[in-house]
């Protein structure tokens, strides 16, 4: 049995426009995926669609003028909003992509430590430990939110979410971007790891040559539809495995891909 299955979800937003009319908007139409145990599949598609409403759908986190249709299973188990808060946080791992999720009046330090397992001297001692192993100085944890660099917020939000161990499913909404080289394959190897011990990994990213490292399938959203899920060395330099004309086109796209054609 899968680990986490979307079928055929849609997101559709009730929304007033001037003077009060409705009207509803529906930026996911069909999505559908599949993680596997210990699988890393990694979402790409364009901007606007629909990549982080996934995540936010099965997160629970929608907002309150959401309507969400077609279904998602953890374990076999159906989810909504309801019956996710009983995951979330614990078996269900959340890396988002905006930094809103990160409390602007508390030290960072403090808000990895509220998350950590153990009693507060432990809890400290891993803080510091995480901080150490994703490139963070001590000093860095005495920050608040607003101090520091794009890159750095990448790494605190990824420290957040690694914590629990009876984690089995981790969720990474961009997780790279704007973080130096270093920092980057850091958090790919530690992807990399956490997947190898069994857990399935959802790699939301604009960064595919960086997610085919190590990804092990790839599925491509176009408008809130899923119109691709392929095996990720199916992404060879010429892109001829590619039947999807999308994925293709997304591939050949790719500056980084009439670099590789060059060499
Ligand atoms: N609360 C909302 N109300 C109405 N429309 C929304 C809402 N949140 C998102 N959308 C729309 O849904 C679409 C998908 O948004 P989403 O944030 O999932 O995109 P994305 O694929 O994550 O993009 P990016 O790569 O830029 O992060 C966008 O067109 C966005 O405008
Ligand atoms: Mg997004």
């Keep these: 049995m899968p680990l986490l299955q979307v079928n055929n979800l849609s997101v559709s937003f009730d929304q007033y426009g001037r003077g009060l009319e409705r009207f509803v908007t529906t930026p996911i139409r069909s999505l559908s995926i599949e993680i596997g145990k210990g699988e890393i599949l990694a979402v790409v598609g364009a901007s606007g669609s629909g990549k982080s409403l996934l995540?936010?759908?099965?997160?629970?986190?929608?907002?309150?003028?959401?309507?969400?249709?077609?279904?998602?299973?953890?374990?076999?188990?159906?989810?909504?909003?309801?019956?996710?808060?009983?995951?979330?946080?614990k078996q269900i791992a959340?890396?988002?992509?905006?930094?809103?999720?990160?409390?602007?009046?508390?030290?960072v330090k403090n808000q990895v430590r509220i998350g950590l397992p153990?009693?507060?001297?432990?809890?400290?001692?891993?803080?510091?430990?995480?901080?150490?192993?994703?490139?963070?100085?001590?000093?860095?944890?005495?920050?608040?939110?607003?101090?520091?660099?794009?890159?750095m917020m990448r790494r605190v939000l990824f420290t957040t979410s690694m914590i629990s161990p009876d984690t089995e499913l981790v969720i990474a909404d961009e997780p790279t971007p704007g973080i130096h080289r270093s920092a980057l394959d850091l958090v790919l190897n530690q992807l990399k790891t956490i997947a190898d011990s069994g857990i399935g990994v959802m790699l939301i990213t604009h960064d595919i040559i960086s997610a085919l490292k190590i990804a092990d399938?790839?599925?491509?959203?176009?408008?809130?539809?899923?119109?691709?899920?392929?095996?990720?060395?199916?992404?060879?330099?010429?892109?001829?495995?590619?039947?999807?004309e999308y994925t293709r086109m997304l591939w050949k796209s790719l500056p980084e891909h009439s670099f590789m054609e060059a060499i």
């Design 55 to 89: 995540a936010h759908a099965i997160m629970g986190i929608l907002p309150a003028n959401a309507i969400v249709g077609g279904e998602i299973k953890f374990k076999g188990n159906l989810i909504d909003e309801r019956s996710i808060k009983k995951y979330r946080g």
């Design 94 to 107: 959340f890396i988002p992509q905006s930094v809103n999720y990160l409390d602007p009046s508390m030290k």
């Design 118 to 151: 153990g009693i507060k001297s432990e809890r400290i001692e891993k803080q510091e430990h995480l901080f150490e192993k994703f490139g963070l100085k001590k000093s860095d944890g005495d920050l608040y939110p607003f101090e520091l660099s794009g890159g």
């Design 217 to 244: 399938r790839v599925s491509v959203f176009k408008d809130g539809c899923t119109v691709d899920d392929i095996p990720a060395s199916f992404f060879s330099a010429d892109g001829e495995s590619l039947e999807n």
